[in-house]
């Protein structure tokens, strides 16, 4: 995953990813978990499962 190679090149871990997207779900953001603290995800379709620490619907 190119977004992972991204953030795992950064020289700190980044305290929040925020993703804002509506195709992206649990399986994408469960993918980028270890690069990121914590997860914010915004969906104002709130349509499928997150894995994610803060959603905003």
């Known amino acids: 995953m190119d977004t992972a190679g991204i953030i795992s090149a950064m020289p700190v871990k ?3 990813l925020v993703l ?3 195709v992206l779900d649990e399986w994408w953001e469960g993918a980028l978990r270890p690069c990121a603290h914590r997860i914010f995800v ?3 379709l ?12």
């Open 14 to 16: 980044p305290d929040w």
């Open 42 to 44: 915004i969906d104002d």
């Open 46 to 57: 709130v349509d499928r499962v997150h894995d994610c620490d803060l959603l905003l619907g």
């Open 20 to 22: 804002d997207h509506y």
